[in-house]
């Protein structure tokens, strides 16, 4: 620790001129008690105009974490760069992996290599740590894992936290040696020991899944929550998670749905999308908010597009799919406001496989709603969508085969769809089943079968199927005994909904101000 006359003195040798000294007063004032970020700026800036490549990286890294000032990019990366190009092996370090993200820079993933490479060939754990996983991952080139390893050991052995974390995960993966889960969690351990955020949220995974080690939630917990205090987003994600369902630490709504917020304002991509989905929707507590869903909204697609450049999303992966959700959401509520582009981000979701994109498509095609009227590639976007489990496609195919829109007009194959919509949970699949065992359509007739579709349709929701039961009460059709208490019930539920016609039903049954009682009461159960 530097004494009170030490730090005099290299003030003074500062101020004389010594860039070597104004370098060392700046990178003081970024850290510990004396951390100051403008007075460390200011000496930096002073031993940078003087060629320090040290200042130059320091002072461009500041600027590109935005560390208690706003962010500056572009400027960053002019001061890393002359770093970088001077030979300064943590400037090219750190060059590397703002190609690799495109920060500051256009995003290159040869000049990533490239400049990683150059800082590992100076024996820089940093970038020997980054070379490595852009090898393993095959950025510029096959992947190499046997060259990833080299890289991985050789900042390892330096007690680079975050090579000794990939080489874990190298050995947990069995990629490229054979799979040793123990060993996998003894580097772990070793790397979240020094305080590495990442390495620290790695090893409550491992204790989490119990790799290599037997699992414990409140293990798990305990490192998770270090590692989100020392603010890896990902770690405040997943913490936020373990709260919301108690696992490993006491269930709090509040403090998940805080978490959640920290890790989408730190650029989160998943959290971003549930925090907008919870505005959207509902959820952690949260009220439904349509203008902070649209901001949100906006901002996990913007995250997707910024995300699928550096790093295509993989169609059906866990992350294309809460992309995908956020592009749909979105898409709807711009319908109304801009077409052109709703279309394309729902095009973009059904891309991505969300089914319920699909379907929205297709029965927009077979509308001509936004878009072209087309009933071939509406069937093609349907069909789609029901074989990715979305039962109202199903239901709407069934209609199509059934009127003649789909294709050629057959009841058989429209019952295969019903079926289908039916299976999937879908209530007008169940009441278009119960008109056809009703009316013999494509089936033998069939009472009791008709009866047992309506009774599910009806049950949940469907206004026609509870009209059509409320009838068949009321007449004692389809083999019931008349029961005008039953036919009100099925009335009421209609009527409870907004149904016109169920009102006069319900008029015309007589008695009417007390059957309105009656509906009322119905309608708060």
Same mark, same amino acid.
């Given at each position: 620790?530097?004494?009170?006359?030490?730090?005099?003195?290299?003030?003074?040798?500062?101020?004389?001129?010594?860039?070597?000294?104004?370098?060392?007063?700046?990178?003081?004032?970024? *850290?510990?008690?004396?951390?100051?970020?403008?007075?460390?700026?200011?000496?930096?800036?002073?031993?940078?105009?003087?060629?320090?490549?040290e200042?130059?990286?320091?002072?461009?890294?500041i600027?590109? *974490?935005?560390?208690?000032?706003?962010?500056d990019?572009?400027?960053?990366?002019?001061?890393?760069?002359?770093?970088?190009?001077?030979?300064?092996?943590?400037?090219?370090?750190?060059?590397?992996?703002?190609?690799?993200? @495109?920060?500051?820079?256009?995003?290159?993933?040869?000049?990533?290599?490239?400049?990683?490479?150059?800082?590992?060939?100076?024996?820089?754990?940093w970038?020997?740590?980054?070379?490595?996983?852009?090898?393993?991952?095959?950025?510029? /080139?096959?992947?190499?894992?046997?060259?990833?390893m080299?890289?991985?050991?050789?900042?390892?052995?330096?007690?680079?936290?975050?090579?000794?974390?990939?080489?874990?995960?190298?050995?947990?993966?069995?990629?490229?040696?054979?799979?040793?889960?123990?060993?996998?969690?003894?580097?772990?351990?070793?790397?979240?020991?020094? /305080?590495?955020?990442?390495?620290?949220r790695?090893?409550?995974?491992?204790?989490?899944? @119990?790799?290599?080690?037997?699992?414990?939630?409140?293990?798990?917990?305990?490192?998770?929550?270090?590692?989100?205090?020392? @603010?890896?987003?990902?770690?405040?994600?997943?913490?936020s998670?373990?709260?919301?369902?108690?696992?490993?630490?006491?269930?709090?709504?509040?403090?998940?749905?805080?978490?959640?917020?920290?890790?989408?304002?730190?650029?989160?991509?998943?959290?971003?999308a549930?925090?907008?989905?919870?505005?959207?929707?509902?959820?952690?507590?949260?009220?439904?908010?349509?203008?902070?869903?649209?901001?949100?909204?906006?901002?996990?697609?913007?995250t997707?597009?910024?995300?699928? *450049?550096?790093?295509?999303?993989?169609?059906?992966?866990?992350?294309a799919?809460?992309?995908?959700?956020?592009?749909?959401?979105?898409?709807?509520?711009?319908?109304?406001?801009?077409?052109?582009?709703?279309? /394309?981000?729902?095009?973009?979701?059904?891309?991505?496989?969300?089914?319920?994109?699909?379907?929205?498509?297709?029965?927009? #095609? #077979?509308?001509?709603?936004?878009?072209?009227?087309?009933?071939?590639?509406?069937?093609?976007?349907?069909?789609?969508?029901?074989?990715?489990?979305?039962?109202?496609?199903?239901?709407?195919?069934?209609? /199509?085969?059934?009127?003649?829109?789909?294709?050629?007009?057959?009841?058989?194959?429209?019952l295969?769809?019903?079926?289908?919509?039916?299976?999937?949970?879908?209530?007008?699949?169940?009441?278009?089943?119960?008109?056809?065992?009703?009316?013999?359509?494509?089936?033998?007739?069939?009472?009791?079968?008709?009866?047992?579709?309506?009774?599910?349709?009806?049950?949940?929701?469907?206004?026609?199927?509870?009209?059509?039961?409320?009838?068949?009460?009321? #007449?004692?059709?389809?083999?019931?005994? *008349?029961?005008?208490s039953?036919?009100?019930?099925?009335?009421?539920?209609?009527?409870?909904?907004?149904?016109?016609?169920?009102?006069?039903?319900?008029?015309?049954?007589?008695?009417?101000?007390?059957?309105?009682?009656?509906?009322?009461?119905?309608?708060?159960?």
């Amino acid at each position: 620790m530097i004494t009170n006359a030490e730090w005099s003195s290299l003030r003074l040798k500062a101020l004389d001129g010594d860039r070597d000294a104004a370098t060392e007063v700046g990178e003081a004032y970024t *850290r510990g008690p004396t951390r100051n970020i403008p007075e460390a700026m200011r000496w930096l800036s002073r031993a940078a105009s003087q060629g320090s490549a040290e200042a130059q990286r320091e002072l461009g890294l500041i600027l590109l *974490r935005g560390d208690g000032i706003a962010k500056d990019p572009d400027q960053a990366a002019v001061l890393i760069r002359e770093a970088a190009e001077s030979g300064d092996a943590e400037a090219q370090a750190a060059l590397g992996v703002m190609y690799a993200y @495109g920060d500051g820079v256009q995003q290159d993933w040869p000049l990533a290599v490239e400049w990683s490479h150059r800082a590992a060939e100076q024996d820089d754990p940093w970038g020997e740590a980054n070379l490595g996983l852009y090898l393993e991952n095959g950025r510029d /080139g096959p992947a190499a894992p046997d060259q990833a390893m080299l890289w991985y050991r050789r900042a390892a052995a330096q007690g680079f936290a975050l090579a000794q974390t990939r080489l874990g995960l190298m050995y947990q993966n069995g990629k490229g040696i054979p799979a040793d889960p123990a060993q996998a969690f003894s580097l772990y351990l070793r790397a979240a020991m020094q /305080g590495d955020a990442i390495s620290e949220r790695v090893l409550a995974v491992a204790y989490r899944d @119990g790799i290599g080690v037997a699992a414990s939630a409140a293990d798990a917990a305990e490192w998770m929550t270090r590692s989100a205090e020392h @603010g890896d987003v990902d770690a405040k994600y997943l913490l936020s998670q373990m709260y919301l369902i108690g696992q490993g630490i006491a269930k709090s709504r509040e403090k998940a749905w805080d978490l959640l917020l920290q890790a989408a304002q730190g650029g989160y991509a998943p959290a971003v999308a549930q925090v907008a989905d919870a505005y959207d929707q509902g959820g952690y507590g949260v009220d439904p908010d349509p203008t902070a869903a649209r901001q949100w909204l906006e901002v996990a697609v913007d995250t997707a597009q910024r995300e699928d *450049r550096s790093d295509p999303e993989m169609p059906a992966s866990q992350q294309a799919n809460v992309f995908a959700r956020a592009r749909y959401r979105l898409g709807m509520i711009l319908l109304g406001t801009d077409p052109d582009r709703a279309v /394309g981000l729902l095009m973009r979701a059904a891309q991505q496989g969300f089914a319920v994109a699909s379907c929205q498509l297709g029965l927009m #095609h #077979h509308l001509g709603q936004a878009v072209t009227q087309d009933d071939r590639l509406a069937v093609t976007l349907l069909e789609t969508a029901a074989n990715g489990g979305i039962g109202q496609a199903a239901f709407t195919l069934g209609e /199509g085969y059934r009127d003649g829109w789909a294709g050629q007009r057959s009841m058989q194959v429209a019952l295969r769809w019903f079926r289908r919509a039916a299976a999937l949970g879908d209530a007008q699949g169940w009441m278009a089943l119960g008109q056809a065992y009703e009316l013999a359509e494509g089936v033998p007739q069939d009472q009791a079968e008709a009866l047992t579709w309506y009774q599910l349709a009806g049950n949940n929701g469907v206004v026609a199927a509870q009209l059509r039961l409320g009838d068949i009460a009321l #007449h004692g059709e389809l083999g019931q005994p *008349r029961d005008q208490s039953v036919a009100l019930k099925w009335y009421h539920l209609a009527a409870a909904q907004g149904d016109s016609n169920a009102a006069a039903r319900i008029a015309s049954v007589g008695d009417a101000p007390t059957l309105q009682a009656g509906a009322t009461e119905t309608a708060g159960k």
